[in-house]
């Protein structure tokens, strides 16, 4: 089986208002330094078969004809290598107070 990611993200040219809300924000919650802030998605799709360059056309595919608007967003298509060896954060459990 393989494991496709597939990130899509605006243009650079695209004005970008959620990664500028995100940016403005950040420095009244403590974080300083920040330049800019994009705002994208990210896709995991499991193909049946083997990781090879049939998958990754297939997932181009896909890619270009649902998941990105290739007008105004770019998109990159790659083997998911860490979906085994990555190291997740999650956030705190909140408690009902």
């Given at each position: 089986?393989a494991?496709?990611v597939?990130?899509v993200?605006l243009k650079?040219?695209i004005?970008?208002?959620?990664?500028?809300?995100v940016?403005?924000?950040?420095?009244?919650?403590?974080?300083?330094?920040i330049?800019?802030?994009r705002?994208g998605?990210?896709?995991?799709i499991e193909?049946?078969?083997?990781?090879d360059d049939?998958a990754?056309?297939?997932?181009?595919?896909?890619?270009?004809?649902?998941?990105?608007?290739?007008?105004?967003?770019q998109?990159?298509?790659?083997?998911?290598?860490?979906?085994?060896?990555?190291?997740?954060?999650?956030a705190?459990?909140?408690t009902?107070?």
């Amino acid at each position: 089986m393989a494991r496709v990611v597939v990130d899509v993200m605006l243009k650079p040219e695209i004005l970008d208002p959620q990664g500028q809300a995100v940016q403005r924000a950040l420095p009244r919650l403590g974080f300083d330094g920040i330049v800019d802030v994009r705002q994208g998605k990210r896709f995991e799709i499991e193909l049946a078969g083997p990781a090879d360059d049939a998958a990754l056309a297939q997932a181009r595919q896909i890619a270009e004809k649902l998941l990105a608007n290739t007008v105004i967003e770019q998109f990159d298509v790659r083997f998911d290598t860490e979906a085994d060896t990555a190291v997740t954060a999650t956030a705190p459990e909140r408690t009902a107070g």
